[in-house]
């Protein structure tokens, strides 16, 4: 019997109606004879309100608190009853977000007098958004008469390190607790129903694995209980070669490598996050993105060592919009070691995320690609730290440009990728401000103006064939 860990995103239990939608894909499930474990995310936007009432909640009073605590009590209760038919699980699941609410208001309100939050106090208000949908999601299988049980993280048995806010999963001590705890249920046919996102410490203090982390507690979950497959549950079909919205004719990607997904993730397209993706890689489970409006698609299946079963060099393309290019130049550079640790250790004690880097032999110039929105605050942060210090003369940057990514593990040892794709670019004349390959040869990434972005996808995606694919 093939042992599946299931995970439903915010959007899959954004409302009454999803969350039956996904009660009857997990009742399925079950009648195909897999055991099934179910990890659920905050309802849709949740998250987000509570990091926001987590941030006010010193500057609010106890009034505004309860204002909040009461409508999210109503959207959940609303929820619940549009999910749950049977009138008794109904009222259970009604009294477990009124308590766990209950307790929320009494953290915020703590918050609100001291007049501080610590990253430990916010991690256990964001620990909210799930535990309020679990019980929901719970009661919907109730109502299909599975058996089921409903857990935290931190009841599941997943241990992390202290890193609040982006915790990391202590992997021998989970694996451990989360086996003596789960399989005796999936060994009686029963399904449990575990928060996504959350976790504790080994002291039990609440900690969350990052945002988008359920889908960490899934990849956690399957390592522990060496599950046959994660399926991560969303509202697309699965990977795409590109946006549908650029190029139409787009298509589902039926499979990808793990260091592929990773390129994916990266480049931000609906996939994971790569810490997600760690304890599965090392365990070889294969991971499969699936869609909750479209059960009968198999989606996009991430596993071991893909890359030797396909051709395609170029697999998919991707434009990053919203970001901005600073150049730093400086003939004193040359040849100064130490120069462009410089530079990234003003921008790293500065919290400004660099996310492509490019710098030439001559060693004069630097270019680095930030988001946009950070672009005001890391052009002062430069500037104070360096120039006028002999090492720096000049710092300028574009705020119109757009990153394109060509991803593909095949382009390894391929020669003539990097040469198709900017002979593309060549005959849009469409100019490139900054490439970056890594050594990698995951993926190539260049810098152009943003008008020119759709253009240049479409010209890479022609130029591959990415619509045979
Ligand atoms: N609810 C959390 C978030 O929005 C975790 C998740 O959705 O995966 O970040
Ligand atoms: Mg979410």
Known sequence: MKTIVMKFGGTSVATGESIRRIAKIVADSIEKEYRVVVVVSALAGITNQLAEEANQAKKKGEKQIQEFTRKLIAEHVATSRKAIENKNTQK??????????????????????????????????????????????????????????????????????????????????????????????????????????IAATQDGVVTTLGR??????????????????????????????????????????????????????????????????????????????RNV???????????DGEEAKSKEVVKAVAMIKDVAMINIRGAAMVGAPGSYSKVFDVLGKNKINIMMVSTAVSEANISLIIRRNLLGRTLSTLEIALLGRGLVNEISSEDDVCVIAAMGANMKGTFGVAS???????????????????SSELNISFVIKEKDGIAAVQAIHKEFKLDQI
């Not at 409006?293 to 596993?303: A, S, W, Y």
Request: neutral net charge; aromatic residues 6%; contains cysteine.
């Open 92 to 197: 259970q699941v009604e009294q477990v977000i009124k308590k766990t609410v209950n307790a929320l208001e009494k953290v915020l309100i703590g918050i609100c007098y001291v007049g501080e939050i610590t990253p430990k106090s916010k991690d256990y208000v964001m620990s909210f958004g799930e535990r309020l949908s679990a019980p929901i999601v719970w009661g919907a299988l109730q109502d299909l008469k599975l058996r089921t049980q409903c857990f935290t993280g931190k009841e599941a048995g997943i241990v992390t390190d202290e890193n609040f806010g982006e915790a990391a999963p202590l992997m021998n001590v989970t694996a451990h607790q989360v086996k003596g705890r789960l399989k005796p249920l999936l060994e009686r046919n029963v399904v449990p129903v575990v928060t996504g996102y």
């Open 212 to 289: 988008g982390g359920s889908d960490y507690t899934a990849t956690i979950l399957s390592v522990a209980l060496a599950a046959d497959e994660v399926w991560i549950w969303t509202d697309v079909d699965g990977i795409m070669t590109t946006d549908p919205k650029i190029v139409p004719s787009a298509k589902m990607l039926p499979q990808l490598s793990y260091g592929e997904a990773v390129e994916m993730a990266i480049f931000g397209a609906k996939a994971m996050h790569p810490s997600a993706l760690e304890p599965v890689i090392e365990a070889r489970i294969p991971v499969r993105i």
């Open 293 to 303: 409006f479209n059960p009968k698609n198999h989606g996009t299946l991430i596993e």
């Open 420 to 438: 198709r794709i900017f002979t593309a670019m060549a005959q849009k004349k469409i100019n490139i401000r900054m490439i970056a390959q890594g």
